[in-house]
Protein backbone atom coordinates (compact mmCIF):
# COMPACT_ATOMS: atom_id res chain seq x y z
CA UNK A 1 0.00 0.00 0.00
CA UNK A 2 1.50 3.26 -0.65
CA UNK A 3 2.15 6.08 1.43
CA UNK A 4 -0.77 8.74 2.38
CA UNK A 5 0.52 12.15 1.57
CA UNK A 6 -1.38 14.47 4.38
CA UNK A 7 -2.12 17.93 2.56
CA UNK A 8 -3.15 21.05 4.98
CA UNK A 9 -5.14 23.17 3.19
CA UNK A 10 -5.42 27.13 4.12
CA UNK A 11 -8.55 28.47 3.08
CA UNK A 12 -11.81 26.44 1.57
CA UNK A 13 -13.49 29.49 -0.58
CA UNK A 14 -13.89 29.49 -4.10
CA UNK A 15 -11.21 27.56 -5.15
CA UNK A 16 -10.14 25.66 -1.66
CA UNK A 17 -13.99 23.98 -1.50
CA UNK A 18 -13.26 22.67 -5.06
CA UNK A 19 -9.51 21.49 -4.32
CA UNK A 20 -10.89 19.41 -1.27
CA UNK A 21 -13.52 17.77 -3.67
CA UNK A 22 -11.44 17.22 -6.05
CA UNK A 23 -8.50 15.73 -4.38
CA UNK A 24 -11.14 13.27 -3.08
CA UNK A 25 -12.55 12.36 -6.67
CA UNK A 26 -9.00 11.93 -7.84
CA UNK A 27 -7.03 10.43 -5.19
CA UNK A 28 -6.48 7.44 -7.69
CA UNK A 29 -5.13 9.16 -10.25
CA UNK A 30 -2.96 11.32 -7.89
CA UNK A 31 -1.66 8.23 -6.42
CA UNK A 32 -0.77 6.66 -10.14
CA UNK A 33 0.90 9.68 -10.98
CA UNK A 34 2.78 10.40 -7.94
CA UNK A 35 2.91 7.39 -5.68
CA UNK A 36 0.99 8.64 -3.14
CA UNK A 37 -2.49 8.82 -2.06
CA UNK A 38 -3.46 12.41 -0.72
CA UNK A 39 -5.82 12.91 2.06
CA UNK A 40 -6.61 16.42 3.49
CA UNK A 41 -5.41 16.57 7.13
CA UNK A 42 -6.61 19.99 8.34
CA UNK A 43 -8.25 23.08 6.94
CA UNK A 44 -7.90 26.55 7.69
CA UNK A 45 -10.64 29.39 7.61
CA UNK A 46 -11.83 32.30 9.72
CA UNK A 47 -12.93 30.73 12.82
CA UNK A 48 -12.22 26.86 12.29
CA UNK A 49 -8.55 25.78 12.25
CA UNK A 50 -5.44 26.32 14.17
CA UNK A 51 -2.45 26.67 11.53
CA UNK A 52 -0.12 25.56 14.00
CA UNK A 53 -1.75 21.90 14.30
CA UNK A 54 -2.62 22.17 11.04
CA UNK A 55 1.36 22.73 9.80
CA UNK A 56 2.37 19.60 12.12
CA UNK A 57 0.00 17.29 10.83
CA UNK A 58 0.81 17.61 6.98
CA UNK A 59 3.30 17.07 4.60
CA UNK A 60 2.51 19.68 2.26
CA UNK A 61 0.55 22.80 2.32
CA UNK A 62 -2.22 24.60 -0.39
CA UNK A 63 -2.59 27.94 0.14
CA UNK A 64 -5.66 29.29 -1.28
CA UNK A 65 -6.93 32.25 1.39
CA UNK A 66 -5.31 34.77 -0.86
CA UNK A 67 -4.20 38.20 -0.09
CA UNK A 68 -0.66 38.86 1.36
CA UNK A 69 -0.77 38.10 5.13
CA UNK A 70 -1.50 36.00 6.99
CA UNK A 71 -0.90 34.07 3.70
CA UNK A 72 2.86 35.55 3.57
CA UNK A 73 3.39 34.49 7.19
CA UNK A 74 2.27 31.05 7.04
CA UNK A 75 3.91 29.41 3.66
CA UNK A 76 7.28 30.98 5.09
CA UNK A 77 6.57 29.18 7.90
CA UNK A 78 5.55 26.14 6.20
CA UNK A 79 8.55 26.50 4.08
CA UNK A 80 10.94 27.09 7.02
CA UNK A 81 9.37 23.86 8.47
CA UNK A 82 10.91 21.77 5.28
CA UNK A 83 6.98 21.56 4.12
CA UNK A 84 6.86 22.10 0.41
CA UNK A 85 3.78 24.65 -0.50
CA UNK A 86 1.03 25.39 -3.51
CA UNK A 87 -0.60 28.53 -3.86
CA UNK A 88 -2.54 30.21 -6.60
CA UNK A 89 -2.08 34.00 -4.92
CA UNK A 90 -0.67 36.25 -7.06
CA UNK A 91 0.16 38.52 -5.24
CA UNK A 92 1.69 36.45 -3.01
CA UNK A 93 4.48 35.34 -5.74
CA UNK A 94 4.84 38.45 -7.58
CA UNK A 95 5.26 40.80 -4.20
CA UNK A 96 7.07 37.79 -2.07
CA UNK A 97 8.47 35.58 -4.36
CA UNK A 98 12.17 36.33 -4.23
CA UNK A 99 11.72 35.28 -0.36
CA UNK A 100 9.53 32.81 -0.52
CA UNK A 101 11.67 30.93 -3.49
CA UNK A 102 15.31 31.83 -1.42
CA UNK A 103 13.38 29.72 1.88
CA UNK A 104 12.46 27.28 -0.09
CA UNK A 105 16.21 27.29 -1.56
CA UNK A 106 17.10 27.16 1.74
CA UNK A 107 15.03 24.66 3.25
CA UNK A 108 15.41 22.20 0.18
CA UNK A 109 11.42 22.08 -0.92
CA UNK A 110 9.64 23.44 -3.47
CA UNK A 111 7.13 26.47 -3.74
CA UNK A 112 4.77 26.19 -6.86
CA UNK A 113 2.00 28.46 -8.33
CA UNK A 114 0.49 27.06 -11.49
CA UNK A 115 -3.28 28.71 -10.56
CA UNK A 116 -1.31 32.09 -10.02
CA UNK A 117 -0.83 33.05 -13.67
CA UNK A 118 -4.26 32.10 -16.44
CA UNK A 119 -6.01 29.63 -14.06
CA UNK A 120 -6.16 26.17 -15.60
CA UNK A 121 -3.42 27.15 -18.29
CA UNK A 122 -0.22 25.59 -17.88
CA UNK A 123 1.76 28.94 -18.30
CA UNK A 124 4.01 28.04 -15.18
CA UNK A 125 4.60 24.82 -15.48
CA UNK A 126 5.51 25.44 -19.85
CA UNK A 127 7.88 28.71 -19.52
CA UNK A 128 9.53 27.43 -16.03
CA UNK A 129 10.21 23.68 -17.52
CA UNK A 130 9.29 22.63 -20.64
CA UNK A 131 11.09 26.06 -22.01
CA UNK A 132 13.37 26.56 -19.35
CA UNK A 133 16.13 26.30 -21.35
CA UNK A 134 14.77 28.67 -24.23
CA UNK A 135 15.95 31.73 -24.90
CA UNK A 136 12.57 33.78 -24.89
CA UNK A 137 11.95 37.07 -26.66
CA UNK A 138 8.66 38.15 -26.13
CA UNK A 139 6.03 36.97 -23.44
CA UNK A 140 2.56 38.16 -24.30
CA UNK A 141 -1.07 37.59 -22.43
CA UNK A 142 -4.58 38.05 -22.13
CA UNK A 143 -4.27 37.36 -18.39
CA UNK A 144 -7.46 38.84 -16.81
CA UNK A 145 -10.64 37.32 -17.65
CA UNK A 146 -12.81 39.41 -16.55
CA UNK A 147 -11.57 42.59 -18.37
CA UNK A 148 -11.33 40.14 -21.16
CA UNK A 149 -15.15 39.22 -20.84
CA UNK A 150 -16.07 43.24 -20.87
CA UNK A 151 -14.13 43.83 -23.50
CA UNK A 152 -15.49 41.07 -25.72
CA UNK A 153 -19.60 42.37 -24.73
CA UNK A 154 -18.74 45.59 -25.83
CA UNK A 155 -17.57 44.48 -28.92
CA UNK A 156 -20.19 42.24 -29.55
CA UNK A 157 -23.18 44.31 -28.14
CA UNK A 158 -21.79 48.17 -28.88
CA UNK A 159 -23.00 49.14 -25.15
CA UNK A 160 -20.85 51.29 -23.10
CA UNK A 161 -18.32 50.25 -20.34
CA UNK A 162 -20.22 50.86 -17.15
CA UNK A 163 -22.96 48.91 -18.69
CA UNK A 164 -21.07 45.77 -19.41
CA UNK A 165 -19.19 45.84 -15.98
CA UNK A 166 -22.72 45.19 -14.37
CA UNK A 167 -23.74 42.30 -15.72
CA UNK A 168 -20.22 40.72 -15.68
CA UNK A 169 -20.76 41.89 -12.06
CA UNK A 170 -24.56 39.73 -12.09
CA UNK A 171 -22.97 36.96 -14.29
CA UNK A 172 -20.13 36.74 -11.36
CA UNK A 173 -16.97 37.58 -13.94
CA UNK A 174 -16.41 40.94 -11.95
CA UNK A 175 -15.96 40.95 -8.75
CA UNK A 176 -18.28 43.59 -6.72
CA UNK A 177 -15.29 45.61 -6.40
CA UNK A 178 -13.59 45.53 -9.61
CA UNK A 179 -10.78 47.92 -9.10
CA UNK A 180 -7.91 45.30 -9.64
CA UNK A 181 -9.03 43.60 -12.80
CA UNK A 182 -9.99 46.78 -14.85
CA UNK A 183 -7.97 49.17 -13.62
CA UNK A 184 -4.85 46.28 -15.19
CA UNK A 185 -3.32 45.37 -11.43
CA UNK A 186 -3.93 41.86 -11.44
CA UNK A 187 -2.65 41.66 -14.78
CA UNK A 188 0.22 42.97 -13.35
CA UNK A 189 1.14 41.08 -10.70
CA UNK A 190 0.66 37.93 -13.48
CA UNK A 191 3.04 39.66 -15.77
CA UNK A 192 5.66 40.37 -13.42
CA UNK A 193 5.93 36.54 -12.55
CA UNK A 194 5.84 35.63 -16.11
CA UNK A 195 8.91 37.75 -16.98
CA UNK A 196 10.53 36.69 -13.68
CA UNK A 197 10.20 33.10 -14.82
CA UNK A 198 10.90 33.44 -18.47
CA UNK A 199 13.47 36.07 -18.29
CA UNK A 200 15.18 34.51 -15.26
CA UNK A 201 15.46 37.89 -13.65
CA UNK A 202 14.01 39.13 -10.45
CA UNK A 203 11.26 41.66 -11.84
CA UNK A 204 9.92 44.60 -9.28
CA UNK A 205 6.09 45.24 -9.11
CA UNK A 206 6.90 48.71 -9.02
CA UNK A 207 8.63 48.15 -12.38
CA UNK A 208 5.69 46.59 -14.18
CA UNK A 209 3.73 49.81 -15.48
CA UNK A 210 0.09 49.09 -15.96
CA UNK A 211 -3.07 50.89 -17.50
CA UNK A 212 -6.91 49.58 -17.48
CA UNK A 213 -9.90 49.50 -19.63
CA UNK A 214 -12.15 52.21 -17.80
CA UNK A 215 -11.68 55.11 -20.56
CA UNK A 216 -12.55 52.65 -23.45
CA UNK A 217 -15.59 53.46 -25.32
CA UNK A 218 -17.77 51.78 -27.67
CA UNK A 219 -16.69 54.16 -30.39
CA UNK A 220 -13.34 53.02 -30.38
CA UNK A 221 -13.97 49.45 -30.75
CA UNK A 222 -16.48 49.75 -33.78
CA UNK A 223 -13.79 52.27 -35.70
CA UNK A 224 -11.12 49.65 -34.90
CA UNK A 225 -13.14 46.98 -36.40
CA UNK A 226 -13.26 48.73 -39.63
CA UNK A 227 -9.93 48.65 -39.58
CA UNK A 228 -9.64 44.83 -38.85
CA UNK A 229 -8.78 44.99 -35.10
CA UNK A 230 -9.58 43.89 -32.21
CA UNK A 231 -9.43 45.18 -28.53
CA UNK A 232 -7.65 43.45 -25.85
CA UNK A 233 -6.18 44.33 -22.65
CA UNK A 234 -2.75 42.78 -23.34
CA UNK A 235 0.14 42.15 -21.29
CA UNK A 236 4.10 42.21 -22.30
CA UNK A 237 7.33 41.01 -21.08
CA UNK A 238 9.79 41.88 -23.72
CA UNK A 239 13.95 41.53 -23.50
CA UNK A 240 15.73 44.34 -25.47
CA UNK A 241 19.28 42.60 -25.20
CA UNK A 242 20.11 43.76 -21.22
CA UNK A 243 17.03 45.04 -20.49
CA UNK A 244 13.71 43.87 -20.61
CA UNK A 245 9.99 45.79 -20.10
CA UNK A 246 6.98 44.36 -18.82
CA UNK A 247 3.93 46.54 -18.81
CA UNK A 248 -0.13 45.98 -18.96
CA UNK A 249 -2.43 48.01 -21.35
CA UNK A 250 -5.32 48.07 -23.72
CA UNK A 251 -4.87 47.47 -27.21
CA UNK A 252 -5.44 46.49 -30.47
CA UNK A 253 -4.60 43.47 -32.44
CA UNK A 254 -4.89 42.13 -35.83
CA UNK A 255 -6.64 39.68 -36.69
CA UNK A 256 -3.31 37.79 -37.48
CA UNK A 257 -2.74 37.41 -33.67
CA UNK A 258 -2.76 34.79 -32.11
CA UNK A 259 -4.40 36.51 -29.41
CA UNK A 260 -6.93 37.97 -31.36
CA UNK A 261 -9.78 35.15 -31.05
CA UNK A 262 -9.53 34.66 -27.67
CA UNK A 263 -12.71 36.06 -26.45
CA UNK A 264 -14.63 36.30 -23.48
CA UNK A 265 -13.46 34.65 -19.57
CA UNK A 266 -10.71 32.58 -21.14
CA UNK A 267 -7.14 33.68 -20.98
CA UNK A 268 -4.34 32.84 -23.37
CA UNK A 269 -0.17 33.15 -23.45
CA UNK A 270 1.81 33.56 -26.80
CA UNK A 271 5.44 32.44 -25.70
CA UNK A 272 7.96 34.11 -28.25
CA UNK A 273 12.03 33.42 -28.95
CA UNK A 274 13.72 32.68 -31.89
CA UNK A 275 14.08 28.74 -31.66
CA UNK A 276 10.17 28.14 -30.57
CA UNK A 277 9.37 30.73 -33.15
CA UNK A 278 5.70 31.06 -31.49
CA UNK A 279 3.49 28.92 -29.01
CA UNK A 280 0.28 29.82 -27.73
CA UNK A 281 -1.65 28.49 -25.05
CA UNK A 282 -5.51 29.42 -23.54
CA UNK A 283 -7.87 28.53 -21.92
CA UNK A 284 -10.20 28.71 -18.59
CA UNK A 285 -8.15 31.70 -16.65
CA UNK A 286 -10.55 31.45 -13.48
CA UNK A 287 -13.00 29.21 -11.56
CA UNK A 288 -13.03 27.03 -8.79
CA UNK A 289 -12.73 23.23 -10.28
CA UNK A 290 -10.32 24.81 -13.05
CA UNK A 291 -8.25 26.80 -10.68
CA UNK A 292 -8.17 23.76 -8.33
CA UNK A 293 -6.84 21.34 -11.39
CA UNK A 294 -4.62 23.03 -11.69
CA UNK A 295 -3.11 22.95 -7.63
CA UNK A 296 -4.09 19.56 -7.68
CA UNK A 297 -1.43 19.04 -11.14
CA UNK A 298 1.26 20.99 -8.52
CA UNK A 299 0.45 18.69 -5.60
CA UNK A 300 1.15 15.92 -8.17
CA UNK A 301 4.60 17.04 -9.48
CA UNK A 302 5.43 17.41 -5.56
CA UNK A 303 4.90 14.10 -4.75
CA UNK A 304 6.47 12.99 -7.82
CA UNK A 305 9.21 14.85 -6.78
CA UNK A 306 9.97 16.67 -9.55
CA UNK A 307 11.52 19.79 -8.64
CA UNK A 308 11.46 22.56 -10.60
CA UNK A 309 14.78 24.97 -10.37
CA UNK A 310 13.71 28.93 -9.37
CA UNK A 311 17.40 30.24 -9.09
CA UNK A 312 16.76 33.82 -10.70
CA UNK A 313 19.90 35.39 -12.80
CA UNK A 314 21.36 38.60 -12.76
CA UNK A 315 18.78 41.55 -12.83
CA UNK A 316 18.39 43.09 -16.23
CA UNK A 317 17.79 46.51 -16.67
CA UNK A 318 14.02 47.88 -17.24
CA UNK A 319 13.30 49.32 -20.47
CA UNK A 320 11.95 52.80 -21.39
CA UNK A 321 12.19 53.92 -24.61
CA UNK A 322 10.08 51.76 -26.41
CA UNK A 323 8.12 51.59 -29.77
CA UNK A 324 4.57 51.56 -30.54
CA UNK A 325 2.06 51.78 -33.25
CA UNK A 326 -0.86 53.57 -32.01
CA UNK A 327 -4.76 53.91 -33.31
CA UNK A 328 -5.34 57.33 -32.96
CA UNK A 329 -9.16 59.04 -32.60
CA UNK A 330 -9.58 62.26 -33.32
CA UNK A 331 -12.71 64.49 -33.15
CA UNK A 332 -12.09 67.62 -35.56
CA UNK A 333 -13.91 70.44 -37.11
CA UNK A 334 -15.36 69.34 -40.50
CA UNK A 335 -12.89 72.22 -42.43
CA UNK A 336 -10.26 72.26 -45.25
CA UNK A 337 -6.85 71.79 -44.07
CA UNK A 338 -7.32 69.59 -40.88
CA UNK A 339 -5.86 66.80 -42.09
CA UNK A 340 -3.18 68.48 -43.43
CA UNK A 341 -2.61 70.12 -40.26
CA UNK A 342 -2.54 66.46 -38.47
CA UNK A 343 -0.17 65.05 -40.97
CA UNK A 344 2.14 68.05 -40.86
CA UNK A 345 2.63 67.22 -36.74
CA UNK A 346 2.99 63.62 -37.37
CA UNK A 347 5.42 63.91 -40.23
CA UNK A 348 7.65 66.36 -37.81
CA UNK A 349 7.77 63.61 -34.96
CA UNK A 350 8.99 60.93 -37.27
CA UNK A 351 5.22 59.39 -37.74
CA UNK A 352 4.07 57.77 -40.44
CA UNK A 353 0.37 56.91 -41.19
CA UNK A 354 -0.54 53.62 -42.04
CA UNK A 355 -4.54 53.48 -42.26
CA UNK A 356 -6.76 56.14 -42.30
CA UNK A 357 -10.70 56.50 -41.79
CA UNK A 358 -12.83 59.68 -41.90
CA UNK A 359 -16.58 60.07 -40.91
CA UNK A 360 -18.09 63.19 -41.17
CA UNK A 361 -20.73 64.01 -38.16
CA UNK A 362 -22.40 67.47 -39.11
CA UNK A 363 -20.42 70.58 -38.73
CA UNK A 364 -17.45 67.89 -36.96
CA UNK A 365 -15.80 65.05 -38.16
CA UNK A 366 -13.86 62.31 -37.00
CA UNK A 367 -10.43 60.82 -38.01
CA UNK A 368 -10.05 57.66 -37.46
CA UNK A 369 -5.81 56.69 -37.93
CA UNK A 370 -3.39 53.82 -37.25
CA UNK A 371 0.37 54.88 -36.94
CA UNK A 372 3.75 52.91 -37.97
CA UNK A 373 5.87 52.24 -34.93
CA UNK A 374 7.35 54.55 -33.62
CA UNK A 375 8.97 55.77 -30.07
CA UNK A 376 6.56 56.48 -28.09
CA UNK A 377 7.62 59.38 -26.71
CA UNK A 378 7.85 60.74 -29.96
CA UNK A 379 4.36 59.86 -30.58
CA UNK A 380 2.85 61.08 -27.21
CA UNK A 381 4.86 64.16 -27.79
CA UNK A 382 2.89 64.50 -31.23
CA UNK A 383 0.00 63.97 -29.53
CA UNK A 384 0.06 67.13 -26.92
CA UNK A 385 0.49 68.97 -30.16
CA UNK A 386 -2.34 67.70 -31.99
CA UNK A 387 -4.41 68.09 -28.57
CA UNK A 388 -4.20 72.04 -28.61
CA UNK A 389 -4.80 72.21 -31.93
CA UNK A 390 -7.85 74.72 -32.49
CA UNK A 391 -10.03 72.58 -34.70
CA UNK A 392 -9.73 69.94 -32.13
CA UNK A 393 -13.47 69.31 -30.92
CA UNK A 394 -12.58 66.89 -27.72
CA UNK A 395 -9.10 65.46 -26.44
CA UNK A 396 -7.84 63.01 -28.79
CA UNK A 397 -7.80 59.34 -28.10
CA UNK A 398 -5.17 57.05 -27.97
CA UNK A 399 -4.69 53.21 -27.52
CA UNK A 400 -1.67 50.80 -28.97
CA UNK A 401 -1.51 48.81 -31.62
CA UNK A 402 0.44 45.53 -31.74
CA UNK A 403 0.61 43.82 -34.56
CA UNK A 404 1.83 40.29 -35.08
CA UNK A 405 5.90 40.23 -35.64
CA UNK A 406 7.97 36.67 -35.12
CA UNK A 407 11.50 37.66 -33.46
N1 LIG B 1 -11.51 32.27 -7.75
C1 LIG B 1 -10.79 32.06 -8.83
O1 LIG B 1 -11.31 31.80 -9.91
C2 LIG B 1 -9.28 32.11 -8.75
C3 LIG B 1 -8.52 31.91 -9.93
C4 LIG B 1 -7.13 31.90 -9.88
C5 LIG B 1 -6.51 32.13 -8.65
N2 LIG B 1 -7.27 32.37 -7.55
C6 LIG B 1 -6.57 32.61 -6.29
O2 LIG B 1 -6.92 31.58 -5.37
C7 LIG B 1 -6.89 32.09 -4.05
C8 LIG B 1 -8.24 31.81 -3.38
O3 LIG B 1 -9.27 32.46 -4.11
P1 LIG B 1 -10.82 32.18 -3.81
O4 LIG B 1 -11.56 32.82 -4.93
O5 LIG B 1 -11.03 30.74 -3.52
O6 LIG B 1 -11.02 33.05 -2.48
P2 LIG B 1 -12.27 32.99 -1.47
O7 LIG B 1 -13.44 32.34 -2.09
O8 LIG B 1 -12.39 34.36 -0.90
O9 LIG B 1 -11.76 32.01 -0.29
C9 LIG B 1 -10.76 32.37 0.63
C10 LIG B 1 -10.70 31.33 1.74
O10 LIG B 1 -9.59 31.68 2.57
C11 LIG B 1 -10.06 31.84 3.91
N3 LIG B 1 -9.34 32.95 4.54
C12 LIG B 1 -9.13 34.18 4.02
N4 LIG B 1 -8.43 34.94 4.89
C13 LIG B 1 -8.25 34.17 5.99
C14 LIG B 1 -7.60 34.38 7.24
N5 LIG B 1 -7.04 35.54 7.55
N6 LIG B 1 -7.56 33.35 8.10
C15 LIG B 1 -8.12 32.17 7.82
N7 LIG B 1 -8.75 31.90 6.65
C16 LIG B 1 -8.81 32.90 5.75
C17 LIG B 1 -11.54 32.17 3.80
O11 LIG B 1 -12.15 31.82 5.00
P3 LIG B 1 -13.75 31.85 5.21
O12 LIG B 1 -14.27 30.67 4.44
O13 LIG B 1 -13.91 31.68 6.67
O14 LIG B 1 -14.20 33.17 4.67
C18 LIG B 1 -11.95 31.30 2.60
O15 LIG B 1 -12.22 29.99 3.03
C19 LIG B 1 -6.56 33.58 -4.18
O16 LIG B 1 -5.17 33.77 -4.02
C20 LIG B 1 -6.97 33.90 -5.60
O17 LIG B 1 -6.25 34.98 -6.15
C21 LIG B 1 -8.63 32.36 -7.57
Partial sequence: MSEVARVGLLGRGTVGAAFASLIEERAGAVEAASGRRPEISGVLRRGEGDFEEILAGSDLIVELMGGLEPAREHVLAALRAGKPVVTANKQLIAQHGDELFDAARGNGVQVRYEAAVAGAVPVIR????????VQLERISGIVNGTTNFILSEMAASGAPYEDVLARAQE???????????????DAAAKMAILARLGFHTPVDLADVSYEGITGIS???????????LSLKLLGVAERHGEEISVRVFPCFLY???PLAPVEGPFNAVTIEGPSITE??????GAGGIETASAVLADVVSILAGEAPVHTPGRRLGIARELDSSFYLHLEVADR???????????????????????????SDARLVMVTHRAPERDFLRALEEISALEFMRAPARAIRVVEKEFV
Fill in 126 to 133: TVGEGLAT
Fill in 171 to 185: LGYAEADPTEDVGGA
Fill in 218 to 228: PDDIAYARELG
Fill in 255 to 257: AGH
Fill in 279 to 284: ITLSGP
Fill in 336 to 362: PGVLASIAEVLGRAGISVKSVVQRGTG
